[in-house]
């Protein structure tokens, strides 16, 4: 079966210093995938997604970053971190089979400090 | 452009009542639409989803939704919810041929005894 996950689970930063975001997918091949951002009350804000290795498409223009180093590893990485990055990071994944919505991994909490 | 309004930021209700979140959207192409669970500190999980076919689409824990072509909403309700379903509820639309998801603001629902 596949499984997803996502690293760490809370991370507190202070302003200036950089970040790394790391999500994986096991059990399955070539998946799409997904990076949002979930900030209070305003739902969800598509970051970045991926449909394969290097190929990267960015949503909001901002400081953060991603990478597909691998074909099941998706990485967020900022150089320096400002307090408004602070937020609940969410990877997802699917097989561009857009029926079956996406998988969610268990979320990283970010707080800038 | 596709745009998704939940039109309750908060919904609390009693134990054993019934409840509506609704969710309205605004597309020009044919979508899917989807409703997804969060629970705290949790990634999103998917409940339901309408891909075409019957209007009315049903969860496995009790909820259903109600695609409404003419209103533009697919509005979630459950009969009778318990404690475990207070959640947050994000109504979600993807077009048909589309890379992209485009979620609500989400709902809290607060289930109280």
């Known amino acids: 079966s596949q499984t997803i996950h996502q690293w760490p689970a809370t991370l507190v930063q202070p302003v200036g210093s950089p970040l790394s975001l790391e999500c994986t997918v096991e059990?399955?091949?070539?998946?799409?995938l997904y990076w949002y951002r979930q900030a209070a009350g305003r739902g969800l804000q598509l970051l970045f997604y991926?449909?394969?290795?290097?190929?990267i498409s960015s949503e909001v223009p901002q400081n953060l970053s991603a990478s597909r180093p691998q074909d099941r590893q998706f990485i967020l990485s900022s150089k320096k971190l400002l307090l408004s990055d602070s937020g609940f990071y969410l990877c997802?994944?699917?097989?561009?089979?857009?029926?079956?919505?996406?998988?969610f991994g268990s979320g990283t909490r970010l707080t800038v400090v | 452009a596709q745009s998704v309004t939940q039109l309750d930021s908060q919904v609390p209700v009693f134990e054993e009542a019934p409840v509506e979140l609704r969710c309205n959207y605004s597309?020009?192409?044919?979508?899917?639409l989807f409703w997804y669970v969060q629970y705290p500190n949790q990634g999103l999980q998917l409940l339901l989803k309408?891909?075409?076919?019957?209007?009315l689409v049903e969860s496995i824990n009790g909820f259903e939704a109600e695609f409404n072509k003419s209103q533009t909403s697919f509005h979630l309700r459950k009969p009778s919810v318990h404690i475990s379903d207070t959640a947050e509820y994000f109504c979600?639309?993807?077009?048909?041929?589309?890379?992209?998801?485009?979620f609500g603001a989400g709902t809290r629902l607060f289930v109280k005894a």
């Open positions: 309408y891909l075409s076919g019957s209007t």
């Open positions: 991926s449909v394969g290795i290097g190929q």
């Open positions: 997802a994944w699917n097989l561009g089979v857009f029926e079956d919505g996406y998988t």
């Open positions: 979600a639309v993807s077009n048909t041929g589309g890379f992209k998801t485009i």
């Open positions: 597309s020009s192409v044919s979508v899917y």
């Open positions: 059990g399955t091949s070539n998946p799409n």
